[in-house]
RNA sequence: GGCGCAUUCGUCUAGCGGCCCAGGACGCCUCCCUCUCAAGGAGGAGAUCACCGGUUCGAAUCCGGUAUGCGCUACCA
């Protein structure tokens, strides 16, 4: 445990299924944290050895979220698919050592067994039928055409021990083992072997992996042992679960790291919530930036125990986050959701410097980007599409009649625009029909916004300028008052 | 069923034998600020530290058992 290996190699081997879930990606984001904080390698590697299960595309989409975190990597990616010889021939050597055999037992086979196990409540396991098999037999086998899978021979008896990072000393009687496949009968290897392969060969010093992975890991200690390797540290992270304490999927909603980017979450949010999950600094310190990040992380705080993902507290943490930004970062940051989510009958390109313009009233308002255009939507439309009994919210139609020939009296002959002329000219109003300001302006917001809820109103109406402005009170006085 | 891991406020967590009748954060509630909504500020409610034994002068912290949860149990990773 004291004695650190020279150098710290870590890697990330995803395998390129789809898009890399939040669990898998805080998986990467811990290998990247501690590669970076111990000035160590990153080595991005597919596990691309199910031939079934392999999404095209699926490995640019890895990729870019690892960019998009801003996790890069200093080798790789390297493709296991690329590498087959280098595992067919370790398995031949593992049959040659005795560690190994060929297995030509059918699927068919397989599954009655294990149906036959389950049934009689027998731990399932292959059967070893074929582990000691005669060469005649093997021969027979062959000439009949079938093609073997090579089961690693777990040894009868024992126990295998390993040092987990996080767990401490972990055990398992090897009589619970299975003679687990090295290599498929398409010729691919499984995870157990090429993982193992390509962890020694690629000099892997820390193996940094879901906590899912603990039950498989005497199998590869065993694997390492036959092949006269020497293991690497195991460090395996708390999983990361949905709301009902089952494993993260589909069903609990955003999953996928994509779907975060999409809904506006910033990158630096995701990097700092997911660093959380599993890990602490100490006990306050929650906002931290991506260098005070790496500089602090160490396997030592990393929980042993299984976490929610807080949809609400990384919501929070968004708004933190996009709060921080200058001004002009979050205007170029809303850009494109405007573009994507703003109806379609707004002119395109957008207005660019009038987006800056609105950006700053809206930035302590929103949570996620993906949310602004829903937020701005008023600055843009031709016409406002709200029922006339907002007007009336909070006051009876003669008063709001006559808040709005007032202002629009006013107004109309104003010939600066401002917020401060705007107040000016307006507040003073609300004394004179002694009218609350809250109720007075609401009037005047409904008519100039259609909504209740907006930024403060004068800094609203600079924006959407003089003529937007006498154009929508015009008609909230029409709507009160129909010809 | 077997094997493994885990168990502190609803959630994320701090705590590594006395500083803890348990601290912070999100969320929730109240108040302040205020033209609405936010943001911000100040308070508050919320955990018999899963349970039962043991070790100890002293346990959330160490040990054992129980329970519960989760994971694995494929020619998937």
Redo the contacts with the bound molecule.
């Keep these: 445990m004291s004695d650190k290996p020279e150098k710290v190699r870590v890697r990330y081997?995803?395998?390129p299924?789809g898009y890399p879930h939040v669990g898998n990606i805080r998986t990467a984001l811990f290998n990247w944290l501690f590669a970076r904080h111990c000035n160590g390698v990153f080595i991005l590697r597919i596990?691309d050895?199910?031939v079934?299960?392999t999404v095209e595309g699926a490995v640019d989409i890895i990729m870019n979220s690892l960019r998009w975190l801003g996790l890069d990597w200093d080798e790789g990616p390297y493709f296991q698919s690329q590498r087959l010889h280098i595992y067919r021939e370790a398995a031949e050597n593992l049959i040659k050592g005795g560690f190994a055999y060929r297995?030509?037992?059918?699927?068919e086979r397989?599954a009655a067994m294990?149906q036959e196990?389950?049934k009689l409540?027998?731990?399932?396991?292959?059967d070893r039928h074929c582990r000691n098999l005669t060469s005649e037999q093997q021969t027979e086998m062959e000439g009949r055409g079938i093609?073997?899978?090579i089961r690693f021979k777990i040894p009868l008896e024992g126990q295998t021990i390993f040092n987990?990072l996080?767990?401490?000393?972990?055990?398992?009687?090897n009589s619970?083992l299975?003679d687990?496949?090295l290599l498929?009968?398409?010729g691919?290897?499984?995870?157990?072997l090429?993982?193992v392969i390509d962890d020694h060969l690629m000099e892997i010093s820390h193996v940094m992996r879901a906590?899912?992975?603990?039950?498989?890991t005497p199998r590869h200690v065993l694997l390492y042992r036959a092949m006269g390797w020497q293991p690497p540290i195991f460090a395996?992270m708390?999983?990361i679960?949905g709301?009902?304490?089952?494993?993260l999927s589909k069903r609990h909603g955003a999953t996928s790291i994509n779907e975060y980017q999409d809904a506006g979450y910033l990158p630096e949010t995701l990097f700092n919530f997911l660093s959380?999950?599993?890990?602490?600094l100490?006990?306050?310190?929650?906002i931290m930036s991506r260098d005070e990040i790496i500089k602090k992380f160490s396997l030592?705080?990393v929980?042993?125990?299984?976490?929610?993902?807080?949809k609400?507290?990384?919501?929070?943490?968004n708004?933190?986050y996009i709060?921080s930004l200058s001004p002009d970062e979050f205007a170029g940051k809303v850009i494109p959701f405007m573009e994507k989510a703003l109806p379609l009958e707004i002119h395109r390109p957008l207005d660019e410097s009038y987006i800056r313009s609105i950006a700053p009233l809206i930035q302590?308002?929103?949570?996620l980007l993906a949310e602004v255009p829903e937020l701005t939507g008023f600055f843009f439309v031709d016409n406002l599409d709200y029922d006339a009994k907002l007007l009336l919210n909070k006051i009876e139609k003669p008063q709001a009649v006559q808040i709005l020939q007032v202002v629009l009296a006013k107004l109309s002959i104003a010939n600066t625009w401002s917020?401060e002329m705007l107040?000016e000219t307006i507040?003073p109003l609300t004394v004179e029909m002694n009218l609350?300001?809250?109720i007075?302006?609401?009037v005047i917001?409904v008519a100039v916004t259609g909504?209740?809820?907006?930024?403060?109103?004068?800094?609203t109406m600079e924006v959407l300028g003089k003529d937007r402005c006498i154009k929508r009170l015009t008609t909230a006085l029409e709507k009160l008052t129909p010809v």
């Excluded at 691919?188 to 157990?192: D, G, L, S």
């Excluded at 909504?451 to 800094?459: C, D, R």
């Design positions: 081997a995803p395998s299924t596990e050895t199910d079934a299960r297995c030509y037992c059918s699927s397989l294990r196990q389950i409540k027998r731990p399932p396991g292959y093609v073997p899978v987990d996080i767990r401490g000393d972990i055990v398992f009687e619970t299975d687990f496949v498929k009968s398409d691919y290897p499984t995870y157990h090429a993982n906590e899912e992975w603990v039950p498989s395996h708390p999983m679960l709301t009902d304490r089952s494993k959380l999950l599993g890990w602490s100490d006990d306050k310190t929650e030592e705080r929980s042993k125990t299984a976490a929610i993902f807080n609400e507290k990384i919501d929070w943490m708004g933190m709060r302590d308002r929103a949570k917020r107040e507040r609350k300001p809250g007075f302006f609401g917001r909504k209740t809820a907006t930024p403060p109103l004068f800094e």
